[in-house]
Structures are given as structure tokens and as C-alpha cells.
């Protein structure tokens, strides 16, 4: 079944723990840490300048793909076309006890947007030709302690270009990741997502996904810190979350390896930028690769991504954090 797959696949995600060094690191010389909820329903940490109770992140990047929780997502693989990603969020620290051990609460707003000229994206649009999303979110993240967080993510799924229609959903999250001992670096996470209304074939499903995102520093160039990332995680839609289709639970397995490094403006009054680049595997079983769809004045019009089992991304891009 299924379902049991998907348990046995997150269960091989577990062996990974033996990557991870058991020891602790002194963060007494970097800056303000800040825990996100991102529109997807996973969590991010980032190191912020400011000490007040606002706080800026705005990511850009290119990449030669676009697949979002494994499905085709408007760029298909290879190197002849590109997506441009402009991910600006706000969070907001509404309470702090003030102490490692306490209780803390972010309120998160943003909106994650996506440009490219690629086909059928830019052949097919209404309006601006190459925006085809623009998914604005609002979430929250409670952090108990030195590492636990629990977060609840709105998200609204909308093309300014008018290539798929509105969805609503709404993502609830667990995990735990600190800078300390392997579980704490390691940062594993659960979600769950909802969707809150029908699509044009009277789909309304849900989705689970659970994974790791261990994050590493690998000492100062001089300019800043050098840290990769290395995200694994395992997914699988229920109740036709992607459509109607053959496959009520199709699943997927997503790994790579990310890098960053600053750009000599690391917790500086402009805020911390940092210069990232990485990569990573997309596998999806055959019955994902049948559910690709362009979602266009309600029809489902299908879409030749290449029908891969595996799908490789590649990114390049500038993270600011203030």
C-alpha cells in the first residue's frame, strides 16, 4: 500500500543521523537568530543583525527547474529554460520570555513569486506574460525551548498570469533543530497540508511530508561563514491532492546539497547577505509523472515535462537578512 511506502521511505531517511557530528558550538559572536515558516509548511533559520522585533529575508534566485511537493510546477528539467525566484518575507517576534529555555512566537507574512518565459508558462498567459505565481502566506512559529518549533502556515496559491486558478491551503508543521548534538543539527521536521477548496476536476486533498534539513559551518573565508545544507525529505499526496488521477497516494523523494557563503556583510548594519548555490535530485514514481498539468481557465490541459522518473535542479542565487 501506499501509505506504508511512504513510511518506509522516511524510515530509510533516518540513517542519515550517522552524518551528523555529535558536538557543541559557541554562537556567542554571531547575530540575532530568526525561525521562519515558509509557505511550503517547512522551517528556516536565519541570522539576523537586528536585535528588534521586525525582521527582513528576501531570497533570489535563478534555477532550471520549477517542481513543487514533486509535481510539475511550470519549468521542466534540463538547461534550455529557467525560473527566477523573489521570495521577500516580514516576521515579526509578538513574544519572547528572553531565555533558552523559553517560549517564543513569530508572526510570519510574505509571498512567494515565480518569472519565466518558458513554455507553456509564457506561450499561454493572460496579463504578465512571465509571473505565472504569486502565493501569498501568513504563518506563525512557536519555539518552546532550545529547539522545538511548531508552526501554522496559510497559503494562497494564485498565477497573476492567469495560467491555474486560486488555491487555498493550510499547513501545520513539527520539528526540532538547534546547534547542538545530532538530532538539533539534523532539524527534523513533519507537515501536514490541507487544501481548503475544490479544484476545477472537484479535487480536495491533503499532503504529508517529513524529512531532514541538517545544516553545517564550515569555518570563515575571510568574507564569512562557509555552511552547506543538505535537505532530504520524503512526500506523498492523499485523497487526490494533485487531481483526480490512478494513484491515490503518489509519492516522491527529494535530496540535495546547498552552499552558501558571505559576502562580507555578516550581521552588518545592511543586514547579513550571503551568496548560495547548490543542488538537488528529484525522484517521483511513474504515477507523478502521468499527473502533470497546466491548470488554464479551469481545463486541465496536459504538460510534456519529459515524463522523468528523475528530475535535477540547479540554483544559484543572493540571501539577504536583516
Known sequence: MRTYRFLAAVA????????AA????????????????????????????????AHLNLNVNVQNTD?????????????DDYAVAIDPALAFTLF???DVSAVRFNLVLGVEN?????????????????????????GGVFEVGPGLRLGAVYTA?????GVFDT???????????????????????????????????DSQGSYAEAGF??????????????QIEAPILAGVALDDYYGDTTDNYPLFVRAGLQGSVGLGMENSDYGTWRLIAGADMLWRENSMTELTFNRNGGAVVPVDDGGNNYVWTGLLGLDIAY
Not at 213 to 226: I, N
Request: zero cysteines; hydrophobic letters at 35%.
Open 12 to 19: 530509510l531517511l533516518v540513517p542519515a543521523a550517522g552524518l
Open 22 to 53: 555529535d558536538y557543541d558550538d559557541d554562537d556567542d559572536d554571531q547575530g540575532h537568530n530568526v525561525t521562519w515558516i515558509e509557505h511550503s509548511g517547512r522551517f528556516q533559520q536565519t541570522e539576523s543583525s537586528n536585535d528588534g522585533n
Open 67 to 79: 517542481y513543487f511537493r514533486g509535481a510539475f510546477a511550470g519549468v521542466a528539467g534540463g538547461l
Open 96 to 98: 519572547d520570555q528572553g
Open 114 to 138: 515565480r518569472v519565466s518565459g518558458a513554455a507553456p508558462f509564457g506561450a499561454q498567459a493572460d496579463g504578465p506574460r512571465i509571473w505565472y505565481r504569486a502565493n501569498p502566506y501568513v
Open 157 to 161: 496559491y494564485t498565477s497573476p498570469n
Open 167 to 201: 488555491r487555498q491551503e493550510v499547513a501545520l508543521s513539527a520539528g526540532y533543530g538547534n546547534n547542538r548534538g545530532v538530532l538539533g543539527r539534523l532539524q527534523p521536521y513533519a507537515m501536514f497540508a490541507m487544501q481548503l477548496d475544490e479544484g476545477p476536476d
Open 213 to 226: 534539513r541538517p545544516q553545517f559551518d564550515l569555518g570563515d573565508t575571510g568574507m564569512g561563514e562557509f
